[in-house]
């Protein structure tokens, strides 16, 4: 059994190692999923209000809260499957219970690319905005996300990938991970 996590700021590639993931028919849990669910629980649109709603999670049942919420589907995923990877770790908190939860078996493995080129990815998939349009900016999001604990769990990474190269390496090299080569 393996439990592989992935923790990054906003637009690193931690989308695209879950997608290499799929591609070798190995279950992912998307953390925000779980914010998704509960935004249309609170009827409300996870497009506008997910960053809001994750925090009142947490401010509702803890810092571990969505971890917490994600833990039976990891569970539920691994009654079938080797491997499992999670994507969206945001937290120390959320690295810590997954260590409680999974020992040996989990590795965190954190993404990073340079703001300038996280900030073209996101752009050229839609998802950056400015505060001009309502929208939040990277910048926000990584102070969001930092605010979360994302720099202490980025810290204890077991591996960390340099995202800066091709699409076709940055793949090669999740891939050799997840294969447990821990490239």
């Given at each position: 059994?393996?439990?592989?996590?992935?923790?990054?700021?906003?637009?690193?590639?931690?989308?695209?190692?879950?997608?290499?993931?799929?591609?070798?028919?190995?279950?992912?849990?998307?953390?925000?999923?779980?914010?998704?669910?509960?935004?249309?629980?609170?009827?409300?649109?996870?497009?506008?209000?997910?960053?809001?709603?994750?925090?009142?999670?947490?401010?509702?049942?803890?810092?571990?809260?969505?971890?917490?919420?994600?833990?039976?589907?990891?569970?539920?995923?691994?009654?079938?499957?080797?491997?499992?990877?999670?994507?969206?770790?945001?937290?120390?908190?959320?690295?810590?219970?997954?260590?409680?939860?999974?020992?040996?078996?989990?590795?965190?493995?954190?993404?990073?690319?340079?703001?300038?080129?996280?900030?073209?990815?996101?752009?050229?998939?839609?998802?950056?905005?400015?505060?001009?349009?309502?929208?939040?900016?990277?910048?926000?999001?990584?102070?969001?996300?930092?605010?979360?604990?994302?720099?202490?769990?980025?810290?204890?990474?077991?591996?960390?990938?340099?995202?800066?190269?091709?699409?076709?390496?940055?793949h090669d090299t999740i891939e050799s991970i997840?294969?447990?080569?821990?490239?």
């Open positions: 059994m393996s439990v592989f996590g992935f923790v990054g700021l906003p637009g690193s590639g931690k989308s695209e190692a879950a997608a290499v993931a799929e591609r070798l028919d190995i279950p992912v849990v998307t953390m925000g999923d779980v914010i998704r669910a509960e935004c249309r629980d609170r009827g409300l649109d996870p497009a506008t209000d997910h960053g809001q709603v994750a925090q009142a999670l947490r401010e509702e049942n803890g810092p571990a809260a969505i971890a917490d919420r994600s833990l039976p589907i990891i569970e539920a995923e691994l009654e079938d499957a080797e491997t499992v990877v999670v994507d969206g770790i945001r937290s120390d908190v959320e690295v810590d219970r997954f260590e409680d939860a999974f020992g040996e078996q989990f590795t965190l493995v954190c993404v990073e690319a340079p703001f300038d080129v996280r900030a073209q990815r996101l752009d050229a998939r839609g998802r950056d905005a400015s505060a001009d349009d309502g929208g939040e900016t990277l910048a926000d999001r990584d102070q969001r996300e930092l605010d979360f604990g994302m720099g202490e769990a980025m810290e204890q990474a077991d591996l960390t990938v340099e995202n800066t190269d091709s699409l076709a390496q940055f997840l294969d447990g080569e821990k490239a």
